[in-house]
């Protein structure tokens, strides 16, 4: 039984930078059982509809733009696993799973995965996020992921509880939160605790501090399907808990 995972991912530059945060994650890693694959839900691969990749050798996609050159230059060459997505489509009722062979490994996906395992040798499969659908829909279709668990596994939801990339503050990667922010953030920690799923599926009821926090529901979509999969007898824990440029919450979840 494999554990599940929520990372906020933040910049792509973490995927060189040396902080708490990377730090945090890559010790993670060393923690956490090797899965016999990976299942990634992204916040940066959105569809109409609901796709798994399934190609043998995903390519590392740099879908950002305006970061240094060496950024570029790193790449992540996991396999992919055709096997493990048919297993995904099988899996899923709630959506008819389209195959993808152009998609390939975002940096929501593979920032992250850099620092988990370095080593780059566990399949990895994404899912993509139906980005008309609503938080109920993802809710719903993640629970249908939670056999994948048993069968050795590693289930990771990747964006952030917090993102507003139009209040950043540049100057500061450890720059003070601000006050919305963590008002936001406390939001959710509190209902994860408390295992509050209809609290979190129905964030946006809190209105503008909703819509401050996530101007676009991209980011926060990745946690409810984490969530979903949380069986009756786990608890929670948060192994990274911070935030990056006043108003990206870098917190890291792990069900288990």
Not at 34 to 56: D, K, N, Y
Not at 72 to 90: C, F, L, T, W
Request: hydrophobic share 35%.
């Amino acid at each position: 039984m494999m554990p599940v995972m929520f990372f906020g991912h933040g910049s792509p530059e973490n995927a060189y930078f040396y902080n708490d945060f990377t730090r945090s994650v890559s010790a993670l890693g060393k923690t956490i059982p090797a899965p016999r694959a990976i299942v990634c839900i992204s916040a940066h691969w959105l569809t109409e509809g609901t796709f798994v990749t399934g190609m043998q050798k995903p390519r590392t996609i740099h879908d950002f733009y305006g970061f240094p050159e060496k950024l570029y230059g790193i790449n992540y060459p996991a396999p992919g696993s055709p096997e493990i997505a048919r297993e995904v489509q099988k899996k899923i009722r709630r959506a008819k799973v389209g195959w993808d062979t152009k998609w390939e490994l975002d940096h929501g996906t593979w920032v992250i995965l850099r620092l988990l395992y370095p080593k780059a040798n566990i399949p990895v499969v994404q899912l993509s996020i139906d980005y008309y659908q609503p938080p109920e829909f993802h809710y719903e279709l993640g629970k249908e992921l939670a056999e994948l668990r048993r069968e050795g596994i590693l289930i990771i939801g990747s964006g952030n509880i917090v993102h507003n990339l139009g209040e950043l503050d540049f100057s500061d990667l450890d720059a003070k939160p601000f006050d919305w922010a963590k008002e936001f953030d406390g939001f959710v920690k509190k209902a994860l605790d408390k295992r509050d799923h209809r609290a979190l599926i129905n964030y946006q009821k809190l209105g503008k501090l909703a819509v401050r926090s996530h101007p676009t529901p991209d980011h926060y979509y990745p946690l409810l399907y984490a969530i979903a999969l949380q069986d009756k007898d786990e608890g929670i824990s948060y192994p990274y808990e911070g935030f990056h440029y006043g108003s990206i919450s870098m917190r890291a979840v792990k069900i288990d």
